[in-house]
């Protein structure tokens, strides 16, 4: 089954939280608090988020963390990638041989399937998370590119 991780998912949360139109800056606290995500997990992401460039610290009484990068130029998959490393559809992926290399008849399509997985995600910026339908603003802003099939023809 192919799940985030509730780390890569409470990252999109508070990167979405934080890209909404209007939004300045939020403490840890107010996004937990808002998404009902427990404060000791969503610190560390939050740490992490800023290790890897996304978020800034904001000193102060209206402290907490803001956007630092537009959020039109980060990807879904930058950031499950920066929470979580590398996306893998399979462990045929990431070793050369198997038990079943050379009989197996579905390593290459599985290949299409996750190069399909792996441009979608990239195609969908954190601003087309703030939409109502983030695949709708994906397919026409150009910014994301063209939504390619995840099986090609």
């Known amino acids: 089954m192919l799940k985030l991780t509730k780390k890569a998912d409470y990252s999109l949360i508070a990167l979405r939280h934080l890209a909404l139109p209007g939004a300045k800056s939020a403490s840890a606290k107010e996004i937990g608090d808002t998404y009902h995500i427990p404060l000791p997990i969503l610190s560390k992401v939050l740490q992490?988020?800023?290790?890897?460039g996304f978020l800034a610290s904001v000193q102060g009484t209206n402290g907490g963390y803001k956007l630092a990068k537009d959020p039109n130029m980060i990807s879904v998959l930058e950031v499950i990638r920066a929470?979580?490393?590398p996306v893998i559809l399979t462990s045929c992926f990431t070793h050369d041989r198997c038990d079943q290399s050379g009989s197996c008849t579905?390593?290459?399509?599985?290949?299409?399937?996750?190069?399909?997985?792996l441009r979608l995600l990239e195609s969908i910026s954190i601003t087309a998370l703030t939409k109502d339908d983030p695949m709708h603003h994906?397919?026409?802003?150009?910014q994301y590119g063209r939504i390619l099939q995840i099986l090609p023809s």
């Open 48 to 52: 992490k988020l800023g290790k890897a």
């Open 83 to 85: 929470v979580d490393g």
């Open 106 to 117: 579905v390593k290459e399509p599985l290949r299409k399937v996750h190069e399909g997985i």
């Open 138 to 142: 994906a397919a026409r802003e150009p």
